[in-house]
């Protein structure tokens, strides 16, 4: 969703305030779809600070759906997002300007909000401290039933020997 901020910027010391609704049900980042679960209104509080010069104040409230690393279970994750920020339009090497969330004098507001939240998703994300995951021999969802399959890995070091063992079987 874009906001104009052509009456903010052009009239001096005025401060508006917006409250702006997401519309993307799901954030995409390096191959994987994070569903949202749940949303809330994008709250801005806008004010022109000087000629082409605002100070943005933003806060909004996630929740996305992620996976557990372990056993592939759902974990919903919730994400708290504020910024405050002073943005110069007439600076071209301001970041903003560079990153493109403000094109003209519309500001992007969901293209801001997923680039605050890409780099707060958890790399490793557990549904539980003590997730027991999958069983790699046959699947199964070690949380919620023991499926008896031999867990023992046996010594890399001693493959070796148990090959030579395997070999010289008396039958």
């Not at 994008?42 to 022109?48: D, F, G, R, S």
């Not at 974990?75 to 007439?90: G, H, N, R, T």
């Not at 780099?119 to 021999?137: A, D, H, S």
Request: proline letters at 5%; one cysteine or more; glycine letters at 4%.
């Amino acid at each position: 969703m874009l906001i104009n901020l052509s009456k903010i910027l052009s009239t001096p010391s005025v401060k508006e305030d917006f409250s702006v609704p997401l519309a993307f049900d799901a954030i995409q980042f390096m191959g994987s779809n994070y569903p949202v679960l749940d949303k809330q209104e994008v709250l801005i509080q806008a004010e022109n600070t000087g000629k082409n010069k605002l100070h943005l104040q933003i806060e909004t409230k996630l929740t996305l759906s992620l996976s557990c690393n372990r056993c592939l279970d759902e974990v919903p994750w919730e994400c708290q997002i504020q910024l405050e920020k002073d943005y110069d339009k007439s600076d071209k090497n301001d970041e903003w300007n560079q990153e493109s969330f403000i094109e003209g004098n519309n500001l992007d507001v969901e293209r801001l909000i997923s680039s605050e939240l890409l780099p707060k998703i958890p790399m490793k994300v557990l549904c539980k401290e003590n997730c027991k995951g999958i069983c790699p021999v046959c699947g199964t969802n070690r949380n919620k039933k023991d499926c008896g399959c031999d867990q023992s890995v046996p010594d890399p070091r001693m493959a070796a020997i148990q090959d030579i063992f395997n070999n010289f079987k008396e039958v």
